[in-house]
């Protein structure tokens, strides 16, 4: 049984920085896909950034320069390191992960992971 486990998330001023966490168990990574997504009620779940065990990260438009995805294969972790943040990045954060190939185009569709979190929380005020 695979669960994902978030934390970091928080209260922050705007241009700010949090660094979201997940931690993997149940399955060591092995060709591994990890993303975060992230979800504002009323609105679509949106993907924010992804990487495979052994490649380039990928984003959003939105966050590029401002957020830094990094996996920890030996800790089957992942990171989402998040710096200036916006009023606009508030929303509930997810982990999702899936084992196995995944084309690049495709690591946006929430539909593809596996696996996801519960959920944490981040607001940044302005």
């Known amino acids: 049984q695979v669960q994902l486990i978030e934390s970091g998330g928080g209260l922050v001023q705007a241009g700010g920085s949090l660094r979201l966490s997940c931690a993997a168990s149940g399955r060591a990574f092995s060709n591994t896909v990890m993303a975060w997504f992230r979800h504002v009620p009323g609105k679509e779940r949106e993907f924010v950034a992804g990487?495979?065990?052994?490649?380039?990260?990928y984003y959003t438009d939105s966050v590029k320069g401002r957020f830094k995805i990094s996996i920890n294969n030996a800790k089957n972790s992942v990171h989402l390191q998040m710096n200036s943040l916006k009023p606009e990045d508030t929303a509930v954060y997810y982990c999702?992960?899936?084992?196995?190939?995944?084309?690049?185009?495709?690591?946006?569709?929430?539909?593809?992971?596996?696996?996801w979190g519960q959920g944490t929380q981040v607001t940044v005020s302005s």
């Open positions: 990487i495979r065990s052994i490649d380039v990260p």
């Open positions: 999702a992960a899936k084992w196995g190939l995944l084309e690049t185009p495709r690591l946006g569709i929430g539909e593809e992971y596996e696996y």
